[in-house]
């Protein structure tokens, strides 16, 4: 394909890099503008507590599954090259912990600003990530660890 022939959208998409945490970030922003924006009642309640529980679970789950990934000395980024294929708690329940933790944190800003515009935040993060981040991450992952890969990812579900 030369420079003057328009690409493909699923070329645009597949070659588009997101960096999660950057998602993230953008999504809250986006969405907490909408929560200002649409008239919603307000209040301070029991779901506030409830809300920031949650974000403390998911953020606390996504850095706990960072660090393994640190501790084992392979890269973070989903884009970058792994060294190890790491297995232990909490990839034995699910293969995506640092994405499911930051979507949970999501869904925690949306109890805790009990807003129905931030909802959109986790669904659309979890779209994302779904169809254009881990798709290349899993390719990536069955090359470098063939049948050992293959093996974890019959055992342990993509997200939950």
């Not at 294929?85 to 994405?99: D, E, G, I, K, S």
């Amino acid at each position: 394909m030369n420079s003057t022939e328009p690409r493909s959208p699923s070329t645009v998409l597949s070659t588009t890099k997101i960096y999660p945490p950057l998602l993230a970030g953008t999504l809250v922003l986006g969405t907490l503008v909408l929560h200002f924006i649409v008239p919603e009642a307000r209040s301070v309640g029991w779901y506030q507590v409830i809300g920031l529980l949650v974000v403390a679970l998911g953020a606390g789950l996504s850095c706990f599954a960072a660090a393994l990934f640190q501790a084992r000395e392979t890269t973070r980024n989903p884009y970058g090259e792994p060294t190890a294929l790491v297995a232990h708690a909490p990839y034995t329940w699910t293969r995506n912990p640092m994405y499911l933790g930051l979507a949970t944190a999501l869904m925690g800003l949306a109890i805790f600003f009990s807003s129905i515009a931030m909802l959109l935040a986790p669904v659309v993060f979890i779209a994302v990530i779904d169809r254009m981040v881990i798709p290349r991450e899993e390719e990536t992952l069955g090359r470098l660890f063939g049948n050992d890969y293959a093996d974890y990812k019959n055992r342990v579900r993509r997200w939950i």
